[in-house]
């Protein structure tokens, strides 16, 4: 398990770089304002075409800066509700029907056996059982791997295999975290967005090894259930093959994505 010393330089480091994040999408803001006044005063005929470069290039850098210490998605923050929950095809969490759900999870050949607790998560269990059962997570990258002591995970379900997370599918709130930050190896939790205990969504993460993830602003990260098989068989076939660049946390070297998703 990584110290507490470290999981507080681990947090300093990403709340710095969340900053110059946010700070450089005020900036784009900005000059995105000034762009179009500009080019109406002109009537000049290039405005889509700065709209569109100015739309794709924050895009661009919300999906280079989405891998960070924590298990977050990136995306729009705008609720449709008045208590900030995006709430656009989620499901009741009455979906989860109060029980324990299995099935198998195969990624890149490795078959998980899973069990998901609908009566400690039913709103995530329900978003996460009713996406898989419409076939959602068929052919989704595992975008992003972590492999340092204590910080352990395999993260999936994308929708762009970026790490960019779905406006329309966003929900809370946080359920089940664990109280002391820890997240035992076999945890199946929902990313989200830092600090925004209503952006949970289609991405989760697999926890391969005991895990330390220190809680924000926000609180924890919702833990829907545990792999209950194969996850030594995912170390060896898939873990150990690594991340680009030999870093300690982002793409696998080899693509890794979920072949099918099954629970009833």
Same mark, same amino acid.
């Given at each position: 398990m990584a110290s507490s010393k470290e999981q507080r330089r681990r947090v300093r480091d990403y709340q710095a770089r969340q900053t110059v994040h946010e700070h450089k999408r005020s900036r784009r803001r900005r000059d995105n304002?000034? =762009?179009?006044? =500009? @080019?109406v005063v002109a009537g000049g005929l290039g405005t889509a075409a700065t709209l569109a470069y100015n739309s794709q290039h924050e895009a661009d850098v919300d999906a280079s800066e989405s891998q960070t210490t924590q298990p977050t998605e990136t995306g729009s923050t705008e609720p449709t509700a008045t208590d900030g929950t995006r709430t656009d095809a989620v499901p009741d969490p009455s979906y989860a029907e109060d029980r324990t759900w299995t099935g198998t999870m195969v990624v890149?050949?490795?078959?998980? =056996? @899973?069990?998901l607790d609908g009566a400690a998560a039913p709103q995530a269990v329900s978003a996460v059982v009713k996406s898989a059962q419409d076939g959602y997570y068929d052919g989704k990258v595992c975008h992003r791997m972590t492999t340092s002591p204590g910080f352990?995970?395999?993260q999936c379900?994308?929708?762009g295999g970026d790490g960019m997370g779905e406006p329309a599918f966003q929900y809370g709130p946080i359920e089940n975290a664990p109280e002391d930050d820890a997240y035992a190896a076999g945890t199946i939790a929902m990313a989200r967005q830092s600090g925004n205990a209503n952006s949970n969504g289609y991405q989760f993460f697999i926890v391969y090894g005991d895990t330390s993830i220190p809680s924000d602003a926000a609180g924890g990260y919702t833990v829907i259930g545990q792999?209950?098989?194969g996850l030594d068989q995912l170390k060896d076939d898939v873990v150990s093959l690594g991340v680009e660049g030999d870093a300690p946390d982002g793409t696998p070297v080899e693509p890794v994505s979920i072949e099918s998703f099954i629970v009833e």
């Open positions: 304002i000034i =762009a179009v006044i =500009a @080019v890149n050949g490795v078959e998980l =056996a @899973v069990e352990e995970l395999l379900g994308s929708k792999v209950t098989g």
